[in-house]
């Protein structure tokens, strides 16, 4: 019945694409609604699965599995069966609530924010391709099915980014979004590669019993290792983790919906999911490797997120920042706390992106209404004083501040203090004090550039071009959906104790994994870890409350009381500000390094080829062209000379004989006397 219900909710945004790729224009309003209600359908399925799997089958894995492609003859030796196979557990199952849940939601809002666009049933088409392959990546119950899907989230996202193909920058994006995640795709399969070259089988539930046995990859934990970071390498991708980071904040070049849809629960979450996924069979050394890159790419990346003004970037940074959180969490054991990251992180990161989409809107209408196409309705030094205009956008966008900055009654903070409690307990167990340490400093800078946020749109006077007047609260079918999301980023929804996650539904449907690698713990037994989790969690929450509390205040102070110079403090720290503002030179490393490097190979190898290898293919040519002289004059002289004189002589010497051969007996008669008269005089 599960596995049924589990088709439907993936075809569902498929056939919605098929649809409308082909007849979209041809339906009422381009077919939105036909999209709109195939993705509601999939929510309500998918949340009826969730709690049918939850109170009937709570602690099994439902799987159902069927033959897709053979390659050579099933029955003969090496031979290759390509399953299609689904697989729901826990994990799963709340997975599919929160892709579709998001998914519809930006379904709904859509419909105000892209009305009118040229290309609007191609947009809805779109959304449902990226939602079905999003859901193909949940569902799927082997690693190879998972990189199809996953090659999809790739082809879709780049259709969505580039949506507005006519810009420049869109389109770039677009492509540096795509381009850069195949990097790390390709380190993915690569790992994959590895554990079907060992195990001959890509089905998760294989692999892990076969490493459980104790079958490591060619005999090797080293090995091991190596697969499940290269596999990581796919979420170093899909997360916009250090060093691949680059993508995300250029694709804010695309719908704001189509951000929303990105950064909360669909192509970024992919990478977090994948790690989760593959949990059981990673070794320490993988696990410790995964959890520095998350602490550095959350730091790095809220760094930058302090000192960006357009609206988009700063929401963009730090999605990336908290995708460390999560990355860090899982990295450290603390799986449970790092995926309900996640899961609360779709909502409120949703609800931001959907909250600087009606900014945005009403920025828009408010200058067109002008005449002003110059001002830059992104841009958070043109906002200010909103509150009053827009109080259900702002109200609601308070309310995601006060989550994504882990501020208690939040279902932020409940994931956030597991997650900093994780660390603090790895550091105890490991001695690898520095991720906590950038975990609570990660905590503090998110606080204050959220509120910074948040005061230079909504509070104080308006600082643009426009007059408040033509600003207007955006229309229902864009601010319900803030509504719904401002509900779920409450921590009831999570737990009935506001200050502890560990009570709640959640810790118990998901329950972190056992390692299944042999004589390598993650980094511990999972009792231990928990052990060391609880006598953390208070410690975590106190100093988690009082550095985000600091971070507030500290936001308050420069841009709201103006107690404290913003110019005077970015004019006093030189280097560090403009390194922050322009993201650390990231783009322009990278440029320099491996743009303009590869150019500059190309250049090189481009010589090479017309001075050296052209010029030997040419000198080659030249010397045989000159050979061919001296050959063409010694056969013309020497070669034909000899033959032509051979004929020559042959022919003389046939036409003396013709003459001496006349074929008179009379003439032969005189010849034969004349010859012994000769011979006579000689031999006498």
């Known amino acids: 019945m599960l596995i049924q219900l589990s088709l439907i909710i993936l075809l569902a945004p498929m056939l919605g694409f098929l649809v409308l790729i082909f007849a979209g224009k041809k339906l009422p309003r381009n077919g939105d609604w036909f999209a709109?209600?195939?993705?509601?359908?999939?929510?309500?399925l998918s949340l009826y699965l969730l709690i049918t799997k939850l109170t009937l089958h709570h602690g099994e894995a439902i799987t159902g599995t069927m033959t897709w492609v053979v390659l050579g003859n099933a029955a003969e030796a090496g031979s290759l069966t390509v399953p299609f196979g689904i697989m729901i557990d826990n994990l799963a199952a709340v997975m599919l609530v929160v892709v579709t849940l998001i998914s519809m939601l930006v379904h709904f809002f859509s419909v105000g924010y892209m009305h009118g666009d040229v290309r609007y049933s191609r947009y809805y088409a779109y959304l449902g391709l990226f939602s079905f392959s999003m859901l193909g990546i949940v569902l799927t119950d082997n690693l190879l099915m998972m990189?199809?899907?996953?090659?999809?989230?790739?082809?879709?996202?780049?259709?969505?980014?580039?949506?507005?193909?006519?810009?420049?920058?869109?389109?770039?994006?677009?492509?540096?979004a795509f381009i850069v995640n195949r990097i790390g795709d390709a380190g993915m399969f690569i790992g994959i590669m590895i554990l079907f070259a060992s195990f001959s089988t890509f089905a998760f539930g294989a692999i892990f019993d076969t490493v459980a046995a104790g079958n490591l990859p060619f005999n090797s934990t080293a090995w091991l290792t190596a697969a499940g970071v290269l596999i990581f390498c796919g979420a170093v991708g899909k997360s916009a983790q250090f060093p691949l980071h680059v993508w995300l904040p250029d694709a804010m070049e695309g719908p704001t919906p189509i951000s929303a849809l990105i950064h909360a629960a669909t192509m970024v979450a992919a990478g977090v999911y994948l790690v989760a996924r593959v949990f059981p069979i990673l070794t320490a050394d993988a696990l410790l490797i995964i959890a520095y890159i998350g602490a550095i790419t959350a730091l790095i990346a809220a760094t930058i997120a302090i000192t960006q003004f357009d609206i988009k970037k700063v929401l963009a940074y730090s999605t990336i920042s908290q995708l460390g959180y999560m990355i860090m969490g899982l990295g450290?054991?603390?799986?449970?706390?790092?995926?309900?990251?996640?899961?609360?992180?779709?909502?409120?990161?949703?609800?931001?992106?959907?909250?600087?989409?009606?900014?945005?809107?009403?920025?828009h209408n408010a200058l067109h209404k002008k005449n002003d196409h110059h001002t830059d309705a992104q841009d958070i030094r043109n906002m200010g004083g909103l509150k009053s205009r827009?109080?259900?956008?702002?109200?609601?966008?308070?309310?995601?501040?006060?989550?994504?900055?882990?501020?208690?009654?939040?279902?932020?903070?409940?994931?956030?203090?597991?997650?900093?409690?994780?660390?603090?307990a790895?550091?105890?167990?490991?001695?690898?004090?520095?991720?906590?340490?950038?975990?609570f400093a990660v905590a503090g800078l998110t606080a204050f550039y959220m509120f910074r946020l948040l005061i230079l749109t909504f509070h104080g006077k308006h600082a643009g071009t426009t007059s408040l007047d033509d600003v207007v609260e955006s229309p229902k079918v864009m601010t319900i959906p803030l509504m719904v999301l401002g509900a779920l980023s409450l921590f009831v929804f999570y737990s009935f104790n506001p200050f502890g996650a560990s009570s709640g539904w959640f810790f118990a449907a998901i329950e972190r994994p056992a390692s299944v690698v042999p004589a390598l713990m993650q980094p511990a037994t999972s009792a231990v870890f928990h052990d060391a989790v609880s006598s953390m969690h208070t410690l975590a929450m106190v100093?988690?409350?009082?550095?985000?509390?600091?971070?507030?205040?500290?936001?308050?102070?420069?841009?709201?009381?103006?107690?404290?110079?913003?110019?005077?403090?970015?004019?006093?720290?030189?280097?560090?500000?403009?390194?922050?503002?322009?993201?650390?030179?990231?783009?322009?490393?990278?440029?320099?390094v491996f743009v303009n490097g590869t150019i500059g190979i190309t250049k090189i190898l481009r010589w090479f080829d017309e001075n050296i290898v052209d010029g030997a293919v040419n000198g080659a040519a030249t010397v045989t062209s000159r050979i061919s002289v001296v050959s063409r004059w010694f056969d013309n002289t020497v070669v034909d000379?000899?033959?032509?004189?051979?004929?020559?002589?042959?022919?003389?010497?046939?036409?003396?004989?013709?003459?001496?051969q006349t074929g008179k007996v009379q003439t032969y008669f005189i010849y034969i006397v004349f010859s012994f008269i000769v011979l006579f005089f000689l031999f006498i």
């Open 390 to 424: 827009m109080p259900v956008t702002y109200w609601t966008f308070l309310i995601f501040t006060l989550a994504i900055s882990g501020i208690p009654l939040t279902s932020g903070f409940l994931s956030k203090d597991e997650i900093l409690a994780g660390t603090l």
């Open 36 to 44: 709109t209600g195939l993705i509601t359908l999939s929510f309500a």
């Open 641 to 660: 000379g000899l033959v032509n004189l051979s004929a020559r002589l042959t022919e003389m010497t046939g036409t003396l004989l013709g003459k001496i």
């Open 543 to 592: 100093l988690s409350i009082l550095i985000a509390a600091a971070g507030v205040l500290f936001a308050l102070a420069v841009y709201q009381w103006n107690k404290v110079s913003a110019d005077r403090m970015a004019s006093s720290l030189g280097f560090m500000y403009r390194g922050s503002l322009n993201k650390w030179y990231f783009d322009e490393m990278y440029g320099s």
């Open 147 to 176: 990189y199809i899907f996953w090659e999809l989230v790739g082809i879709s996202s780049y259709l969505l980014i580039g949506h507005w193909y006519e810009k420049k920058s869109a389109s770039n994006a677009a492509n540096k």
């Open 426 to 439: 790895f550091g105890t167990l490991s001695g690898h004090w520095l991720l906590p340490i950038i975990g």
């Open 332 to 363: 450290v054991g603390a799986y449970t706390a790092g995926f309900m990251h996640l899961v609360t992180h779709a909502s409120f990161k949703a609800g931001l992106f959907l909250g600087a989409g009606s900014v945005i809107y009403a920025m």
